[in-house]
C-alpha cells in the first residue's frame, strides 16, 4: 500500500502504516528520517517499512557494494536473539567502571542505540538493572566490545543486548568513561549518529554520511533477493540462477 493524502493529514496517528517493499520510496531520505518529527511522516514510513523487513546481512552486502567493506564487527554477537536498528551513541571505558553505563543512559536520546567500548572482558559493564532502566528510557539497544552479564534476565527481556563476553562480576559505580566521541573497534572508526542494525547474524555499522545510498542499496538487494526465492520456488536451482549451470 502507498502513503495517501489521508496519511499525511492524519499523520500522528498512522506511524505504524508501513508501505509494500515493491512500493518503498527512498527519494530524499536520510539518517534524520529513522526519527518522525513531524514533518517526515512519509520519508520515515518508508525508511521504516525497509529497514523491518531487511536483515543484518542484507544491509551488510549492500553497504560491501558501496564501500567495499563489510560494515561488520565480528566479536560482537547478539545476546538475546533480537532485531534491531537505530543512530548509534557512543561510549568509552574500563571494565571495572559500570558507572558510565548508568550516565550514557541517561546522557542518550530516545531510539538511540548505545554503543560501549570497553578496555577489556574481565569484567561485566552491563546488566539486567541497566537493560532495565534504558529500555524504561526509551533506548533501543545496547552493544558492547566487552562483556555483559545476568544473561538469566537478558536472554528473556525485550530489550536487545550484544555483547563480545560476559561473565558474571562487575565493577564499580565510577563514571570516569567518555560519552559521545568517536570510538575506535576491530580497526572501525564508529562516530556518533551512524547507524547500527542487529539481529541474529551479528551487528553491521553504516557511517552517517553513507546511510542514505546504503538504503537505497539494500532495497535492491532485498526486491534480488525475493525475486531468487520467488525462482527457487518455481523449481529453478540456485546453481541455475547465478549462471553456473
Same mark, same amino acid.
Given at each position: 500500500m502507498s502513503v495517501t493524502p489521508k496519511d499525511l493529514l492524519n499523520k500522528n496517528k498512522n506511524l505504524k502504516k508501513r508501505v509494500d517493499v515493491s512500493e518503498i520510496e527512498l527519494e530524499g531520505v536520510s539518517i534524520e528520517d529513522l526519527r518522525f518529527n513531524?514533518?517526515?511522516?512519509?520519508?520515515?514510513?518508508?525508511?521504516?517499512?525497509?529497514?523491518?523487513?531487511?536483515?543484518?546481512?542484507?544491509?551488510?552486502?549492500?553497504y560491501n557494494g558501496i564501500s567495499k567493506r563489510p560494515g561488520t564487527i565480528q566479536n560482537?554477537?547478539?545476546?538475546n536473539n533480537q532485531k534491531v536498528f537505530g543512530p548509534i551513541f557512543t561510549?568509552?571505558?574500563a571494565s571495572d567502571d559500570w558507572?558510565?553505563?548508568?550516565?550514557?543512559?541517561?546522557s542518550a536520546c530516545e531510539g538511540d542505540i548505545l554503543f560501549f567500548k570497553v578496555d577489556s572482558n574481565d569484567k561485566a559493564i552491563w546488566g539486567e538493572l541497566a537493560s532495565t532502566c534504558a529500555r524504561d528510557n526509551g533506548i533501543k539497544a545496547t552493544v558492547i566490545y566487552g562483556?555483559?552479564?545476568d544473561l538469566d534476565a537478558l536472554l528473556y527481556m525485550d530489550y536487545p543486548v550484544f555483547a563480545s563476553d560476559f561473565c558474571?562480576?562487575?565493577? *564499580?559505580?565510577?563514571?570516569? %568513561? +567518555?560519552?559521545?566521541? *568517536?570510538?575506535?573497534?576491530? %580497526? +572501525?572508526?564508529i562516530n556518533p549518529g551512524d547507524f547500527f542494525i542487529g539481529d541474529e547474524s551479528g551487528i553491521?555499522?553504516?557511517p552517517k554520511e553513507l546511510f542514505s545510498k546504503t538504503m537505497v542499496a539494500a532495497l535492491g538487494v532485498k526486491v534480488k533477493e525475493s525475486k531468487i526465492i520467488d525462482d527457487i520456488d518455481d523449481g529453478k536451482t540456485l546453481a541455475e540462477i547465478v549462471g553456473l549451470k
Amino acid at each position: 500500500m502507498s502513503v495517501t493524502p489521508k496519511d499525511l493529514l492524519n499523520k500522528n496517528k498512522n506511524l505504524k502504516k508501513r508501505v509494500d517493499v515493491s512500493e518503498i520510496e527512498l527519494e530524499g531520505v536520510s539518517i534524520e528520517d529513522l526519527r518522525f518529527n513531524g514533518k517526515n511522516y512519509s520519508e520515515h514510513i518508508n525508511l521504516m517499512s525497509l529497514l523491518e523487513n531487511v536483515s543484518a546481512c542484507q544491509v551488510s552486502d549492500a553497504y560491501n557494494g558501496i564501500s567495499k567493506r563489510p560494515g561488520t564487527i565480528q566479536n560482537i554477537k547478539p545476546v538475546n536473539n533480537q532485531k534491531v536498528f537505530g543512530p548509534i551513541f557512543t561510549a568509552q571505558t574500563a571494565s571495572d567502571d559500570w558507572g558510565t553505563s548508568a550516565l550514557a543512559i541517561d546522557s542518550a536520546c530516545e531510539g538511540d542505540i548505545l554503543f560501549f567500548k570497553v578496555d577489556s572482558n574481565d569484567k561485566a559493564i552491563w546488566g539486567e538493572l541497566a537493560s532495565t532502566c534504558a529500555r524504561d528510557n526509551g533506548i533501543k539497544a545496547t552493544v558492547i566490545y566487552g562483556s555483559a552479564r545476568d544473561l538469566d534476565a537478558l536472554l528473556y527481556m525485550d530489550y536487545p543486548v550484544f555483547a563480545s563476553d560476559f561473565c558474571p562480576n562487575a565493577g *564499580s559505580a565510577l563514571g570516569l %568513561g +567518555t560519552l559521545n566521541e *568517536s570510538i575506535e573497534v576491530e %580497526g +572501525t572508526t564508529i562516530n556518533p549518529g551512524d547507524f547500527f542494525i542487529g539481529d541474529e547474524s551479528g551487528i553491521v555499522v553504516i557511517p552517517k554520511e553513507l546511510f542514505s545510498k546504503t538504503m537505497v542499496a539494500a532495497l535492491g538487494v532485498k526486491v534480488k533477493e525475493s525475486k531468487i526465492i520467488d525462482d527457487i520456488d518455481d523449481g529453478k536451482t540456485l546453481a541455475e540462477i547465478v549462471g553456473l549451470k
